[in-house]
C-alpha cells in the first residue's frame, strides 16, 4: 500500500504542473492580505482640533489673518503638544461672541481635519474622535474576529464541498461585500460589512491555498509555506501604492474590491485537491488530475500510480486533549500556544497601528513592508541551517527587544528622536514577521502525527485570539494619559515577545530530528537516550499528515 505523498513523488513532487497551480494560489495572498491591511489608511486619522462654534465653513487649514485670530478666541492651545484642543472649546466663545470673558471649557461636537494626506477616512466621516476614539479598536478588534469566523466555518465547509467550490464562495461574498463597504456611511454597517470581508478572505485563501499545497511534494511544503509570505507582503505594497494615489477612503476601498474580479479567472486554472477527492472516494475524478500533471511533469509512471491504486488512507487524528496526559507535553502545548498568541497579538499590534508612528504614514507603511519582507527572505536562507529554536528565539527577542526599547525615546526623548522610534519599530516588524513564519513550522514538527491538526487548529485559534486583542493593546493610550500611555502598547508588545521566546528555549529542537508519530513518541521526543519516533525527519518538509483538514492553513491569515 502506498500513501498520497508516494504517488506525488512519482509524478515529480514540485513539477511544471505544481509550479504553475502553486502561483495561482498563491497569487490570491495579494487581495487578501490588501483586504486585511486597507484598515491602516481606510481608518487613518488625520491631524484634527475642535471646529469653530459657529463658524459652518471652518476648515483645519488657514483661512487668513480673521481666521488664525477667530481660533485663537475660541479654541484652546496645548502648549505642551504644540497643537490646537481636539477635545474641547471655550464654551461662552462663538463666532459672533469671540471675546467672551469665561475661560471655562466644554466638550466639542464638531471637528474639522487636515486634508493633507487624506480627503476623507472612516475616522474623519464619522467622527471617531475623542468620545468615540475606542469604537477604532473595536472595529479593527472585529476585522480580527473575521479571520476567526471564517477560518472555522470556511475552513470546515472546504472539507465538505470541496476546496474550489469554497474558493469561488469567499472570493465572490469578499467581492460583494467590500464593494458594498465602499457606500456605507455608518459604523455599524462599515464594521459588520468588514467583518465579513475578512470571513469570506480567509475562506477562500485556505481553500485555495491547501488545494496547492496538498500537490505538492513534503519535502516542498514547509518552503512553499513561507513563499506563499512573500505574496502576502506584495499585497502590502499594491495596496501602499493605492492608497497614496486614492485619498477618499469610499474610492480607496471600491478600488481594492475589485482586485476580487482580477482573481476569479484564476479559480477556473485551479484543479480541485485530488486529495480531498481521494478521502470522499472519487477516485476517477483525482485520477484525472494526476494524469495531467503527470503529462504536463512529462512524469513516465505506471499506470498503477496513475489510477490511484492501492491507496493507503491517512492514518487516524486522535484528539487534543490526549496531548494533556503527560505533564511534559501539556507543558510544551502551553509554550507553543502561548507563542501563537503573542506572535499574533504583535504583528498585528504593530501592523495594523503603523499610523501612530510620527511622521509620514506612507512612508512608514513603506518601511514595514521592506523589513516584513525582509524577514520573509532571512527566514528561507536560516531556517534550514540554523534551527528552529534558535532562530524562533532569536527573532522573537530582536522583535520584543525592539517594542521595549522605543520606551526611551518616548519618555525620555524630544522631536528630534522620532527617527529611533521609527527605526525600532520596523525592527520589531522584522523580528515579529520571522517569528511567525518559523513557528509555524516548528509548533508543525513538535505535535506528533496523530494529533497534529488538532494542535495545529488549537494554535490557529490562540492566535486568533492575539488578533482580536491587539487592537486593544495598541491603544492604551486612550486610557492611560501622558508619554507613559504611549509607550506602554509597545512596552507589552515587547515584554510579551520576551516572554514567549524565553519560553520557547524549553522546547526541543527539530532540524534533523525524526518527528513524533505517537503520543509516546512525543513524551520522549527531545529527551535524551529516548527513543524519538521512527518515520520522517525534519530536514524542511511536513509529511501527508500535516496538510490542514479543518482548521485550514495554520498561519497569521
Not at 483525482?286 to 509512471?301: F, G, H
Request: glycine share 10%; charged share 15%; hydrophobic share 45%.
Amino acid at each position: 500500500m502506498a500513501s498520497f505523498d508516494d504517488h506525488i513523488e512519482q509524478i515529480k513532487p514540485f513539477g511544471r504542473y505544481q509550479k504553475v497551480v502553486f502561483f495561482l494560489v498563491c497569487s490570491v495572498g495579494i487581495p487578501h492580505g490588501a483586504h486585511v491591511m486597507l484598515t491602516v489608511f481606510i481608518m487613518a486619522t488625520p491631524e484634527h482640533r475642535c471646529a469653530i462654534p459657529g463658524l459652518d465653513n471652518d476648515t483645519y487649514e488657514s483661512q487668513g489673518e480673521w481666521h488664525d485670530l477667530l481660533l485663537q478666541e475660541t479654541v484652546p492651545y496645548d502648549s505642551e503638544k504644540k497643537a490646537w484642543a481636539q477635545c474641547s472649546y471655550f464654551a461662552g466663545r462663538n463666532v459672533t461672541h469671540p471675546f467672551a470673558p469665561s475661560n471655562d471649557t466644554a466638550e466639542c461636537s464638531r471637528w474639522v481635519y487636515s486634508k493633507e494626506y487624506y480627503e476623507e477616512t472612516v475616522i474623519s466621516e464619522l467622527n471617531l474622535v475623542c468620545g468615540d476614539q475606542d469604537k477604532v479598536a473595536m472595529a479593527n478588534s472585529i476585522l480580527m474576529g473575521g479571520l476567526l469566523g471564517g477560518s472555522l466555518i470556511l475552513g470546515a465547509m472546504s472539507d465538505i464541498i470541496g476546496r474550489k467550490k469554497t474558493m469561488m464562495i469567499g472570493l465572490v461574498g469578499q467581492f460583494i461585500v467590500t464593494m458594498a463597504t465602499g457606500f456605507v456611511h455608518s459604523y455599524g454597517a462599515f464594521v459588520a460589512l468588514r467583518f465579513m470581508a475578512t470571513f469570506f478572505g480567509i475562506g477562500f485563501f485556505l481553500a485555495a491555498f491547501v488545494a496547492g499545497m496538498e500537490l505538492v511534494g513534503p519535502d516542498q511544503r514547509t518552503i512553499a509555506g513561507i513563499v506563499i509570505e512573500l505574496f502576502w507582503a506584495l499585497g502590502l505594497f499594491i495596496i501602499l501604492f493605492l492608497a497614496y494615489l486614492i485619498r477618499n477612503w469610499h474610492h480607496l476601498q471600491i478600488a481594492v474590491s475589485c482586485f476580487n474580479l482580477f482573481f476569479v479567472g484564476h479559480f477556473f486554472l485551479v484543479p480541485e485537491s485530488p486529495r480531498w477527492l481521494v478521502s470522499k472516494g472519487r477516485l476517477e475524478e483525482a485520477s484525472a488530475i494526476i494524469r495531467k500533471a503527470a503529462q504536463v511533469n512529462k512524469a513516465d509512471v505506471s499506470e498503477k500510480v496513475l489510477s490511484l491504486q492501492d491507496l493507503q488512507s491517512d492514518a487516524p487524528q486522535e484528539k487534543i486533549w490526549h496531548l494533556f496526559t503527560s505533564p511534559r507535553l501539556m507543558v510544551r502545548c502551553l509554550i507553543i500556544f502561548f507563542n501563537w498568541l503573542v506572535v499574533s497579538m504583535v504583528y498585528y499590534g504593530l501592523g495594523l497601528n503603523v499610523g501612530s508612528l510620527s511622521g509620514n504614514l506612507f512612508l512608514n507603511f513603506l518601511y514595514a513592508n521592506i523589513a516584513e519582507t525582509l524577514s520573509y527572505v532571512f527566514c528561507l536562507i536560516f531556517l534550514f541551517r540554523v534551527g528552529r529554536r534558535p532562530l524562533h528565539c532569536f527573532t522573537m527577542f530582536l522583535g520584543g527587544g525592539a517594542c521595549i526599547a522605543i520606551i526611551f525615546p518616548v519618555l525620555y526623548g524630544d522631536e528630534g528622536d522620532q527617527w529611533s522610534t521609527i527605526t525600532l519599530s520596523m525592527i520589531g516588524k522584522f523580528g515579529v514577521s520571522a517569528a511567525f513564519a518559523i513557528i509555524y513550522v516548528f509548533s508543525a514538527e513538535l505535535f506528533p502525527t496523530m494529533v497534529r491538526n488538532s494542535g495545529m487548529g488549537a494554535s490557529s485559534l490562540c492566535a486568533r485570539i492575539g488578533g482580536i486583542a491587539s487592537p486593544y493593546v495598541a491603544t492604551l493610550s486612550i486610557y492611560v494619559s501622558g508619554d507613559f500611555g504611549i509607550a506602554l502598547p509597545s512596552l507589552i508588545f515587547g515584554g510579551l515577545s520576551v516572554l514567549a521566546g524565553l519560553a520557547a528555549l524549553f522546547l526541543p529542537e527539530t532540524l534533523h530530528k525524526k518527528l513524533p508519530e505517537s503520543i509516546e513518541d512525543a513524551k520522549n521526543f527531545g529527551v535524551s537516550g529516548k527513543s524519538q519516533g521512527k518515520k520522517s525527519y525534519a530536514l524542511g518538509s511536513l509529511d501527508n499528515d500535516d496538510l490542514p483538514k479543518k482548521d485550514g492553513v495554520y498561519n497569521k491569515y
